[in-house]
């Protein structure tokens, strides 16, 4: 297949500004919500009910939303460019309210190297291997985006003191796949871990995935067959029932790992189309355009395994596009939200974007949610019309923007001034919105702070000095909007090696960024 990228279907922007707290929604008085738009049935009994004794994660999307409230989460912490020599860790949360550690750090557990910069995480079994009894949820996969190590953590046998389990030396990457700079990490229904690259081992663009044996984490191999690859990589889903992996691309590994320059930009360092992969043959099929140095990141399916559409973030062109398969059988994009550049003084830039850098769905699919880590808000859209979003819930949280800062607002389109400084707690928060995860129920919206040490030290030093944090929205799942949960800090600004940055949100029993259903 000729890299010759397909032109996205045109559509029209959409997007409202809202108030903040305490209740930030922008829905209609009167507006009634939608009945799901899943076309599953969550049965009367949970799955596991159903079937007796099942393998690990919930038989549906909606089985899951009964699921048990989340009492701990997984974050990854780095130290990588803070200025601190020390290892990055695996930081143990409690969320509970009821807990006398409610907000706390109750567990760390540090890597044996320094400079990993740990990034995301996946689990060695999920909702995927739902009908696998064989199989636990005991195991989560932590590769780092700068060594190339892969981390397997053991959270089975004390959930909350994890313990380091194996580690997967880059050498093993480099010389079976001929990749580097692990990203995304899926469980498959085969019992086999995948897990995403941005590049080769040189740190040039490269698009591939790396197979892990789900027992021994042994690597097996590329999952890509055929001599063809897309230029980049970064982030993917996958969907059996449309025999379908599509993934996406950041940009070249040596060109982000010092930060953002700006004339990176229009030379083909930054990436900009959906990559379509045949999920049988593994073969990479068609390309997807988005737009010049769109820089697509986070993409999601609905969890609905019959429904053959999802959404893709754009980060530099700070766009939200719906991907779908067409009546011929391929696949296609139309730009269904743009977040409109504000023009400023006393920046790298004379126009800031949105900075898109996380996305996700609900498990009903109903909510679609996305970060603007530049322009410091979190914004909640109605997606019961999949191809017209319809924003219902917006909450300023930091950012660049803020009152009294070194950026001057000058033209903004959507706000009528810039945003004050976020406080909670009486700890002024530093950067913006990045990570973000979604309880399973619907109703709690847990944000972090951090998107990539080399970048947070370049548009937020502040945070390099003081640390992220990791904040709780909640929201309102009938009408939409959200609301900052003012009860609720963690600040990683406190820790005992000193302030460090908090990526990635995990939940032990799964989430709606984690699980697929096949």
Same mark, same amino acid.
């Given at each position: 297949?000729?890299?010759?990228?397909?032109?996205?279907?045109?559509?029209? @922007?959409?997007?409202?500004?809202?108030? =903040?707290?305490?209740?930030?929604?922008?829905?209609?008085?009167?507006?009634?919500?939608?009945?799901?738009?899943?076309?599953?049935?969550?049965?009367?009994?949970?799955?596991?009910?159903?079937?007796?004794?099942?393998?690990?994660?919930? @038989?549906?999307?909606?089985?899951?939303?009964?699921?048990?409230?989340?009492?701990?989460? $997984?974050? %990854?912490?780095?130290?990588?460019?803070?200025?601190?020599?020390?290892?990055?860790?695996?930081?143990?949360? #409690?969320?509970?309210?009821?807990?006398?550690?409610?907000?706390?750090?109750?567990?760390?557990?540090?890597?044996?190297?320094?400079?990993?910069?740990?990034?995301?995480?996946?689990?060695?079994?999920?909702?995927?291997?739902?009908?696998?009894?064989?199989?636990?949820?005991?195991?989560?996969?932590?590769?780092?985006?700068?060594?190339?190590?892969?981390?397997?953590?053991?959270?089975? +046998? #004390?959930?909350?003191?994890?313990?380091?389990?194996?580690?997967?030396?880059?050498?093993?990457?480099?010389?079976?796949?001929?990749?580097?700079?692990?990203?995304?990490?899926?469980?498959?229904?085969?019992?086999?871990?995948?897990?995403?690259?941005?590049?080769?081992?040189?740190?040039?663009?490269?698009?591939?995935?790396?197979?892990?044996?789900?027992?021994?984490?042994?690597?097996?191999?590329?999952?890509?067959?055929?001599?063809?690859?897309? !230029?980049?990589?970064?982030?993917?889903?996958?969907?059996?029932?449309?025999?379908?992996?599509?993934?996406?691309?950041?940009?070249?590994?040596?060109?982000?790992? $010092?930060?953002?320059?700006?004339?990176?930009?229009?030379?083909?360092?930054?990436?900009?189309?959906?990559?379509?992969?045949?999920? =049988?043959?593994?073969?990479?099929?068609?390309?997807?355009?988005?737009?010049?140095?769109?820089?697509?990141?986070?993409?999601?399916?609905?969890?609905?395994?019959?429904?053959?559409?999802? $959404?893709?973030?754009? +980060?530099?062109?700070?766009?939200?596009?719906?991907?779908?398969?067409?009546?011929?059988?391929?696949?296609?994009?139309?730009?269904?939200?743009?977040? !409109?550049?504000?023009?400023?003084?006393?920046?790298?830039?004379?126009?800031? %974007?949105?900075?898109?850098?996380?996305?996700?769905?609900?498990? #009903? #699919?109903?909510?679609?949610?996305?970060?603007?880590?530049?322009?410091?808000?979190?914004?909640?859209?109605?997606?019961?019309?999949?191809?017209?979003?319809?924003?219902?819930?917006?909450?300023?949280?930091?950012?660049?923007?803020?009152?009294?800062?070194?950026?001057?607002?000058?033209?903004?389109?959507?706000? %009528?001034?810039?945003?004050?400084?976020?406080?909670?707690?009486?700890?002024?928060?530093?950067?913006? %919105?990045?990570?973000?995860?979604?309880?399973?129920?619907?109703?709690?919206?847990?944000?972090?702070?951090?998107?990539?040490?080399?970048?947070?030290?370049?548009?937020?030093?502040?945070?390099?000095?003081?640390?992220?944090?990791?904040?709780?929205?909640?929201?309102?799942?009938?009408?939409?909007?959200?609301?900052?949960?003012?009860?609720?800090?963690?600040?990683?600004?406190?820790?005992?090696?000193?302030?460090?940055?908090?990526?990635?949100?995990?939940?032990?029993?799964?989430?709606?960024?984690?699980?697929?259903?096949?």
């Amino acid at each position: 297949m000729a890299r010759g990228c397909t032109s996205p279907t045109p559509s029209t @922007a959409r997007g409202t500004s809202s108030s =903040t707290r305490p209740w930030s929604s922008t829905m209609q008085a009167g507006s009634s919500p939608r009945a799901t738009q899943q076309q599953l049935r969550s049965s009367p009994a949970s799955g596991a009910e159903q079937c007796g004794e099942c393998g690990p994660g919930f @038989a549906s999307p909606l089985d899951a939303m009964k699921g048990p409230r989340e009492e701990i989460v $997984y974050v %990854p912490c780095i130290y990588r460019n803070t200025g601190r020599q020390k290892p990055d860790f695996l930081a143990t949360v #409690d969320v509970n309210p009821a807990s006398p550690q409610y907000c706390q750090v109750i567990h760390r557990l540090p890597m044996p190297n320094l400079g990993d910069e740990l990034h995301h995480s996946g689990w060695n079994a999920c909702s995927s291997c739902f009908g696998d009894t064989s199989k636990k949820r005991n195991r989560l996969v932590l590769p780092s985006l700068i060594s190339s190590r892969i981390y397997v953590v053991d959270v089975g +046998t #004390d959930p909350r003191a994890p313990r380091l389990f194996r580690v997967v030396n880059p050498e093993d990457m480099f010389w079976k796949c001929n990749l580097g700079y692990p990203h995304t990490s899926h469980c498959l229904g085969s019992g086999e871990i995948m897990i995403s690259t941005l590049g080769d081992p040189a740190g040039n663009g490269k698009g591939g995935f790396i197979l892990l044996d789900g027992e021994t984490f042994e690597i097996k191999g590329n999952w890509e067959k055929g001599d063809e690859v897309p !230029p980049m990589g970064y982030d993917f889903w996958y969907q059996p029932r449309h025999n379908v992996l599509i993934s996406t691309e950041w940009g070249i590994p040596k060109c982000l790992g $010092y930060g953002f320059d700006p004339r990176d930009l229009k030379r083909g360092r930054y990436g900009r189309c959906l990559n379509v992969w045949d999920w =049988t043959t593994h073969t990479y099929v068609q390309a997807i355009d988005l737009g010049e140095d769109a820089a697509p990141l986070e993409i999601r399916f609905l969890h609905n395994p019959a429904a053959a559409e999802g $959404y893709v973030g754009c +980060t530099i062109s700070s766009s939200i596009h719906r991907f779908y398969k067409t009546q011929r059988g391929d696949w296609a994009a139309e730009k269904v939200i743009q977040v !409109p550049s504000k023009t400023v003084e006393g920046w790298l830039l004379p126009d800031m %974007p949105g900075f898109i850098t996380d996305i996700l769905i609900s498990l #009903d #699919d109903r909510f679609l949610y996305f970060s603007n880590w530049l322009h410091g808000d979190i914004r909640q859209y109605d997606i019961s019309d999949s191809r017209r979003p319809r924003l219902v819930g917006q909450v300023f949280v930091g950012g660049s923007i803020t009152k009294g800062g070194p950026v001057t607002v000058c033209g903004d389109p959507e706000l %009528p001034g810039q945003p004050d400084p976020f406080v909670i707690k009486g700890r002024r928060v530093s950067g913006g %919105p990045q990570m973000i995860q979604l309880s399973l129920d619907g109703k709690r919206l847990y944000v972090t702070t951090s998107l990539y040490s080399a970048w947070d030290r370049q548009f937020y030093p502040d945070l390099i000095r003081d640390g992220s944090v990791m904040l709780q929205l909640d929201v309102d799942t009938e009408r939409g909007g959200l609301r900052v949960n003012e009860r609720f800090l963690v600040d990683f600004g406190q820790e005992p090696d000193g302030p460090c940055l908090a990526h990635e949100i995990r939940y032990p029993g799964g989430d709606c960024t984690s699980d697929i259903w096949v």
